[in-house]
Structures are given as C-alpha cells and as structure tokens.
C-alpha cells in the first residue's frame, strides 16, 4: 500500500509541477497576480508530494519491502540500518528519486525565501524551475520508477554493492546532487531575465546567494567524493581524472566562474550578457553530468547500471532544456543593454580573467572527457584520456590564475595600479620564495614541478592572507583596532579570504601527495617488521571477524617511530556474503602532515601476507583546504542572506558602525 | 516469447559474471613482481600506471585486482628488462591493445583538436576579451574626439538611466 | 554587422547542436557497447605463436604456422575451463566444429592444463588443434583481454574479424559464417 502511496504522489508532483510551470508564465505575462502567486503554492505543493514519495521509498527500504523490485535488487535485511537508507539513492531509481527531491526543495525555497522578489520575475522564475521538474518527474515515472512491484517477491534482497556499503554514500551522493541541482535556481532566473529582457544588479543580488549556495554544496560533495576514493581500493585514489568525477568538476569550474562573474554584474553592472550564458552553461553541464553517468555513454569506475532507452529520454530532456534555453539566448540576449566601462586592469578586469581561466579549463576538462567519444564518432579509433592528458592541458591552465588569485583579490574597481600592488604584495612574494627554497632543500632537489608548485601555492596563501591583513590594518594599527576592523569586515571579504586560502591549502596537499608519497609492498610473517619512509609496520598477524552482512580478515598493524609507538592499523579483507563479492578495506592513521595507510593483501600460503603500507604527505590538507572553502562560502552567505533580507537595514547598520569606526 | 526472454536473462547473467570472474584477490602490485633493480621497477611503475587495465571501468594496471593486469604489469617488466625504452613498451601494447590502453592519448593528427582544444579555447577568449575592451575604448576615445558625443555622453552620465544605446552600436561598428 | 553580431551569440547554441548531435549517434548507434573494444589486429598479419598441446587431449597444439598451412579458413576461439560464458557459446562452437572446411582452433587461456582438460572431455572438444596459454602470452599477442573470445583468420594468415563476449547462435549465422563464406570466395 505504501509503495502506491507513494507512486501516487509522484503523479500529484508531476500534476503541481505541470500546473506550476505553465500558469504563473501566463500570470506573469497577464499581470495578473493570482496567476503568479499559484507558482508559490505549487511549488510547495509538489515539495510535498516529493517528500512524500521519497519518504515512502525509504520506508519500504526500512522494512525491507522485498515485493518493490527497487527494493529487491539493491538491499538485504541483514544489511545495517544506515545503509538500508542511504541504499535508497545507491541506485540509478532512487537516487533520480532524490534528484527530483532536492529540486523540489530548491523551487520551494525560492517561493519561501523570495518573498521581496519582483513578482513577475519569481512567477518566472518557479515557472522555469517548475519545467525542469516536469522532465525529471516524467522521466523518473516513465523509465526510473523505483515503486514498481514484482509479481513474486523473493526471499531476501540481492543487497548493496559492497563497495557502496560505506558512510560515504550516505553524504557524498546527496551533497553533490544539492551541488548540481542547486545550479537550476540561477538558471532559472537567466531564463526568466532573458524572458523579461532585463538584467540588473538587483537580479545580480538575487542570484548570488543560490549560486553561492550550490557551489558550497557540490564543493563539498565533490571533496567528500575524492576522500572516499581515496580511502575505497580500486578507484583510482583522490582523483583519477575519470569521467564521472570530470562531470562532477565542470559545473563546478563554472559554478565558480558564474560567481565570480554575478559580483561584476552586482557591483558594476556589466559582464551581464556573459553572466547569463554562464548561468545557463553551469546548469547544462549538471545535466549533461547526470546524462553521462546514467547513459552509459562512457565507462568509468562509478557508472550506474546502464539502460539506452533512458538514455534516450535524457538526452531528449537534455536537448529541450539546454537547446530552448539557449536559443532564448541567441534571441533575446543581444538586446540586453551593456552597463559600465573598466580598464583591463581593475577588479572587473581581473575577474575577467578569472572567467577565461576557468572556462578554459572546463573546456579543457569537456574535450578530454568527450574526445573519446567524437574520436569513435569520426572513425579514429578508441582512445583513452587520463591523468598524463590532464597533467599536460589542465594544469597549466590553472597555474597562472592561481598566481593571480591573491594580485585580483588587491586590485580596486575601474582602474588599478598594478605596480602599486605589486609592492604591496612584495613580503609574500619573497615569503614564497623562501618556501620554495626550504622545499627544494627539504626535498633534495626533489620533482623541480612539484617544488615550484609548492612555491606558487605558498605565494597564493601568503598573498591571500596578507590582502586581509591589509584590510585589516593588522600590525599597522593598534591590535584592538585591528580586531574592531576584523569583525566589521563583511562576510563576503571573510569568504573570500577563507576560500582563497583554503584552495591554496588544498593545492600544498595535492602537490606533496602526488610528489612525495612513498609506498612499499611486502610479504610478512607475524612480527615481522617493514619500514617505510622511516616508520615502522609491525605486523601483529590476522584474525577472522565476522560483520552484520560480511566475514573478514583482519591484520594488525603496530605503527611506530623510534620505537615510539604512534598507532595501531586494522586494515580488512571482507567477503560479502550476498554478492560473493571480496572488498578491500585500509586502514588509516591521519595526521597534520600525513597519513599512514596499510592494507593487507592475500596469504602467500606459507604462513605470509601481503602487506602495502603507503606514506602520503600532507594528504589531509586536501580536505582541509575544501572545508575552509566550504567555511568561507558559508560566511559569505550569512552575509549575503542579511543583505538580500534587509536591504535597508543593513545601510542603516552600516552607517552606524563607519560612525563607530 | 517467454523462452526468449528467460535465455536473454541467462545471457546477461553470464555476461555480468565475466566481470565478476575477473575480480580475485589479487591486489595490484604484487612483491613476487617486484624488479631487483630499483631503477628499472620506479619505470615499470611510471609506465604501469599510464596502462589501462581492459577488463576494469577505469582503472590502471597499477593498482588494479585483475589477473590481466598482473600478466600486463609482468609483460612490462620483462620488456624493460630486455632493454626496451619506456616508448618501446608503450608502443608494444598499444600495438596489440589499440591506443586505448594507453591513458595518455597519442600525438597524431586525429587528436590534434584534443591537445591543442585548450590554447584555442584560451585564444577565441583573449580575442574576445581584446574586443569587448576595444569596443570599451573607443567609447572612450570617441567621446572627446566629437564635441556632439561628449555633450550627449555627458548627458547620459548625468541622468545615468538613458543607455548609451545608439552611441554604442555606432562606435562598436567603426571598432570592427 | 547586426548579423554577425547575431550569429556570436548563437554559437553557444550550434555548437551544443554538434555536441548532441555526437550524443545522439554514440546512443543510437546498433551495436556500440562501450566496453567493448574494437581490435588493432584486423587486416594485420595474425602474431608469431608457438602453443603446446592439451597433454591427454587427442588433438595437437597449433603454431602460426598452422594457420596458413592448408589453405583453409582459421577460426580461433580462446576458452578456459573458469569461464562461464564459454559455456553457453560452446554448443555453437560444436557445430562450427563439425566443418571440416575451415580450421577450428582453440587456445586455452590462463589455465591449468588438467583443468582445460578436464572441461573439454566433460563438455565435449570441438576443436582441431588446441594450444594452452597458461600464462597467457599468446593472449597478449592477441590482443586478448576477455574471454570468450572468437578470430576469423584467413587463409593468408591475416585477422580479418574479432568478436568479444560469448556468440549466440545469431552472431554465429548473422556475422560469422557470412564472413567465413566470403573469404571463401575470395
């Protein structure tokens, strides 16, 4: 009965999203406020069918509803409760399911937290977000429909994928998908400003805050993604250039692009027309992102089981969505009016520069991920396009916007003096330098690139912080009046600190991980010692474990140094008993400046076992640069929200600290 | 009909066990592999992970489970052993596999818009850039040249609603 | 000017056209299954080989030089006893071998010779000669990487058709014995 429900609330959504997508464009054109106002109550409307459905999924999952083929063919009853939840999304039905959720949930949240929007350009707006809707949910209820029953249920479930059995799914996929799908609000209001055929900085400021919102989601998801691969054996570690996580990464080489640009249109009212082809560019990519990974166009380590029909469908949905929205463009965006004038070198030119960077590299990112496909399409044979091709194309695209970010970050609008900026970044500059040569003395003579690197990204770091100490007028003004100038400053300038820095710590890490790490392979007996990288492995030997829905074997590593003992590693070998299928776990002592990973491998037979012990330097700061990335958007929303909330307000409260200060 | 369908079941079964088939054990880099020669293991490994496993998604023989990828690691070894170049073995595989075993695409003239995709993207950008800040200078220029412009921008500025509308197309048309 | 103008801002539209367009093809498209990879060794010269006979098997090992020795067609299967699939394109691999016009070989890739053995007395042996590559090389040479898998040699030496996975008895009418007739009459 649940599993009706819940189909029949996914044909409710679909029914509001229709209604919503059609009558508040009519209102919106009629001006007629009924009309427009039906959008916001659809919107919630179809949120709560959504909710409804999702929750039905997940209770089947709960009880383990085997008579629900979706049910059947992804859990077990023995499998643990977290992952009988997020076992909902872990499939192509379910986690379309979620997509539909979040989308729903982003058209509401416009409708709720759009209350002062000009009200033809919300109609519009949810009227857009509304037709998105009506895609997916046909498609989720013509070719995904996760609530279909099987005639026979079977005893028990064929369970989860073991390598998916694993915390990591329970956030990772949903963050990411906030990530994509948040994208679809700032296409949205592209559309609609294409359709009212006006673009401002109000529409700047109303956009910011949903763009800013997604890219902090899917920058997260994304850094989560990569953690779990590196932790998972098989997936290639933090990140393989594989097609999946590239379509993972163009939306968000764009998404940052679109941010940086919206504050152009913001402030100075100009790079509008570029804006809304990025607005537009960022979403399509997430679409296309999702076609990829469940068409089975390429392969790749994470694809979904593979169907053509509905990659057919997608790809038909895709064609309307992003084909009308940019023949929309092609009509309507050369009348918008262009706005203010700068010099190339200023903020605006600067955060130009930023766009081309950035777009080149997601072009070069789309090339390497699609040129297999449109080699095979001419006749030129298969090809395959990894790490070395990246390496070569993506990274050098990088590095100069990189050695700009801090120098942008310092120059005004309009017009700068870049000599002037110069000097004032001279102390980072031969801070910098000196990190490289303690690199290059530390590492002895080391990987020349890699050195480099380091250097650069020190001077990203120093240069970063150093523009906020400026601001601050940190050891040029009394400490107290510092700190007063630190707390008055907005969140935007905090964010954008806290994610500039946080990149250029994440590069360190990327660069001494991939450069420095050190592994080794050995067979050993029980008490037998391997020394890695000056540690020492000492293996205490194996014993049989048994799990909720696995046996394994686990080794015992005593890690020390010196003799001084630092930690004990447990690395697994499971056999999950459903699948038959053998998984791999590490095990994983993380520090500030390294991780030390152990895995074990097979028995040699002869009373061995095949033991890998890798040493990756400075490997955390990966993910601790994404989370201060994540920090930053975080603090540059707080500020945002407030500002869009009460315009008014906020001049008034500004006035009366400039009065303080 | 129902006897098709039953065998398509059987078949596709048989099909997904070959990639189950393919799933040991095994745990990429094995020590019985191992060269004694240090040198000539840090290249088998730098070549080993630049080889596609072909019975994986995605995966090179570096850190892959499957038994091909254990008997491509050895092939790679035993080739470097008999004095073969990195390029020498590169090319043995790729004469027996096609370039998709290699995960670094050829330089030949079928992915010439591969390599150089990115410069060009970077080019039509920068050309693009160097327009919209022409078209932004001769506004600028254009505007004390002709004492009618500076009066009606001058205009324009002061009210600062009217856009520039005619003024601009006139000027972005002498810019081009 | 207008015009050209227009024509800017519709790029971003024509070139994603394109993009589909390659979509649409790739989807489409009979056949075309990513995982599979098409071979380098078609119209080249088929490897230099050597392989050992079956001990217990009554047939012989064959070599390279076998496949251009009497003028016939060569059709060259890889199998091993671990394979499942290889069991359900075995029947048809009978019939083929009841020919007596082509070469049916059949190397036995990456596995113990008893257990090759074992498998071909249990399920019957339909082939003329039978190499085992126990440590696969020959394979490699092939440029094997999933069993089962079926060359089509002419009688030159040359590969000229390579299937990946099982054959049904449709690729068996429908692909393979077509070409084997038309080299045929060559």
Not at chain 1, 187 to 202: C, N, P, Q, T, Y
Not at chain 3, 142 to 155: K, L, N, Q, R
């Amino acid at each position: 009965m649940i599993a009706e429900l819940g189909q029949f609330a996914l044909i409710m959504a679909l029914l509001a999203a229709i209604s919503q997508s059609i009558l508040p464009l009519i209102g919106a054109e009629r001006l007629d406020s009924r009309l427009m106002a039906f959008g916001s109550h659809a919107s919630l409307v179809q949120l709560l069918f959504v909710i409804l459905a999702f929750g039905c999924l997940t209770q089947a999952y709960i009880v383990s509803d085997f008579t629900l083929l979706n049910v059947a063919e992804n859990s077990h009853s023995t499998k643990p409760l977290l992952y009988k939840i997020s076992g909902v999304w872990g499939n192509h039905e379910g986690s379309m399911l979620l997509w539909v959720l979040i989308l729903a949930l982003f058209g509401a949240a416009v409708a709720a937290f759009g209350r002062n929007l000009p009200v033809t350009l919300k109609a519009r707006v949810l009227a857009i977000q509304a037709m998105i809707g009506v895609g997916f949910l046909t498609f989720l209820i013509f070719t995904s429909n996760p609530f279909t029953r099987l005639l026979v249920p079977p005893e028990n479930g064929q369970d989860l994928n073991p390598l998916l059995q694993d915390p990591g799914l329970a956030f990772h996929p949903p963050m990411l998908y906030v990530g994509y799908v948040g994208f679809s609000v700032a296409f949205s209001f592209a559309i609609a400003a294409l359709i009212e055929g006006k673009v401002d900085a109000a529409w700047a400021r109303w956009v910011r805050p949903w763009t800013l919102t997604a890219w902090i989601f899917l920058t997260g998801g994304i850094a989560l993604g990569s953690w779990w691969a590196y932790y998972e054996l098989g997936w290639g570690g933090w990140w393989f250039w594989d097609p999946v996580e590239n379509v993972s990464f163009m939306p968000w080489l764009m998404g940052t692009a679109l941010l940086h640009s919206a504050v152009v249109v913001e402030k100075r009212n100009s790079l509008k027309v570029w804006t809304i082809l990025l607005a537009i560019l960022t979403f399509s990519l997430s679409l296309i992102g999702t076609f990829i990974v469940r068409s089975g166009l390429l392969t790749s380590v994470h694809a979904f089981a593979v169907n053509p029909e509905r990659g057919i469908f997608i790809l038909i949905l895709l064609a309307i969505a992003i084909g009308g929205s940019l023949t929309l463009f092609a009509l309507k965006a050369p009348a918008l009016k262009s706005g203010g004038m700068f010099s190339p070198i200023s903020r605006e030119g600067g955060l130009l520069l930023n766009n081309l960077l950035l777009s080149t590299a997601c072009a070069t990112v789309f090339l390497g991920t699609l040129y297999p496909l449109f080699m095979e399409a001419l006749g030129g044979g298969r090809v395959s396009i990894g790490p070395p091709f990246y390496n070569k194309t993506f990274i050098p695209v990088m590095v100069p916007l990189f050695f700009l970010v801090c120098i942008g970050a310092y120059l005004p609008w309009k017009r700068a003096d870049l000599v002037g900026v110069l000097k004032r970044l001279k102390y980072a500059g031969l801070a910098a330098l000196l990190a490289l040569l303690i690199a290059w003395y530390i590492s002895d003579g080391g990987p020349l690139l890699a050195i480099l690197g380091l250097g650069m990204a020190t001077w990203m770091l120093l240069g970063t912080l150093s523009e906020w100490a400026d601001r601050i007028k940190l050891f040029r003004a009394p400490l107290a009046k510092s700190w007063q100038r630190a707390k008055n400053l907005p969140g935007s300038s905090w964010g954008m600190t806290l994610a500039h820095g946080g990149l250029a710590i994440a590069i360190i890490g990327m660069i001494s991980t991939t450069a420095w790490k050190v592994e080794d392979v050995a067979v050993l007996k029980p008490g037998e010692t391997l020394s890695v990288a000056g540690t020492d492995y000492r293996f205490d030997g194996v014993k049989e474990i048994t799990g909720p829905n696995y046996s394994a074997v686990e080794g015992t590593f005593n890690v020390s140094q010196d003799g001084v003992y630092m930690a004990t590693l447990k690395p697994e070998k499971r056999l999950y008993t459903v699948k038959r299928m053998p998984t791999t776990e590490a095990a994983i002592y993380s520090t500030f400046v390294g991780d030390y990973y152990a895995v074990i491998g097979d028995p040699d037979g002869k009373g061995g076992w095949t033991v890998r012990i890798y040493r990756e330097p400075l490997v955390t700061w990966i993910w601790f640069g994404c989370t201060l990335m994540v920090f930053g958007g975080l603090v540059s929303l707080a500020d945002r929200r407030l500002r869009v909330g009460a315009p008014a307000d906020k001049r008034k409260k500004k006035k009366v600290r400039e009065a303080e200060a | 009909m129902r006897g098709f369908i039953l065998s398509t079941t059987i078949l596709f079964t048989l099909i997904a066990s070959i990639g189950i088939a393919s799933i040991s054990l095994v745990q990429a880099v094995e020590p019985d592999e191992v060269l004694d020669n240090p040198i000539l293991e840090a290249r088998a490994r730098e070549i080993s992970k630049e080889v596609r496993c072909l019975v994986c998604q995605n995966e090179p023989i570096d850190s892959s489970n499957a038994e091909l990828a254990k008997e491509l690691r050895i092939v790679v070894r035993e080739r470097l052993v008999a004095g073969d170049s990195d390029d020498d073995v590169k090319d043995y595989l790729s004469s027996r596999y096609g370039d998709f075993v290699l995960f670094r695409p050829p330089f030949k003239a079928s992915t010439f818009l591969l390599w150089f995709g990115p410069l060009l993207v970077l080019a039509i950008g920068i050309i693009g850039i160097i327009f919209f800040f022409r078209g932004n200078r001769t506004q600028k220029i254009a505007a004390p040249l002709s004492a009618e412009e500076q009066n009606k921008l001058q205009q324009l500025l002061q009210d600062g609603q009217e856009p520039p509308q005619k003024l601009n197309s006139d000027n972005k048309g002498e810019a081009s | 000017m207008s015009a050209k103008r227009k024509v800017i801002f519709a790029l971003p539209l024509l070139i994603t056209v394109v993009i589909f367009g390659y979509f649409f093809w790739a989807l489409t498209k009979p056949g075309r299954d990513p995982k599979i990879l098409p071979s380098v060794l078609i119209d080249k010269p088929a490897p230099e080989f050597d392989l050992k006979a079956l001990d217990g098997l009554n047939v012989p090992g064959f070599a390279r030089s076998d496949l251009i020795s009497n003028g016939k067609i060569s059709v060259v299967n890889i199998f091993a006893s671990w394979c499942i699939p290889c069991l359900a394109e075995h029947p048809d691999m009978m019939k083929l071998g009841q020919r007596d016009d082509i070469n049916l070989y059949g190397i036995n890739y990456r596995d113990k010779p008893e257990d090759g053995l074992a498998w071909l007395n249990k399920n019957g042996n339909p082939y003329h000669r039978v190499g085992r590559d126990p440590k696969t090389r020959a394979g490699i040479d092939w440029g094997v990487y999933g069993v089962p898998e079926t060359f089509i040699v002419d009688a030159t030496g040359t590969i000229r058709y390579k299937h990946v996975g099982p054959l049904n008895t449709g690729d068996l009418e429908g692909t393979i014995l077509p070409i084997i007739d038309s080299l045929q009459t060559q």
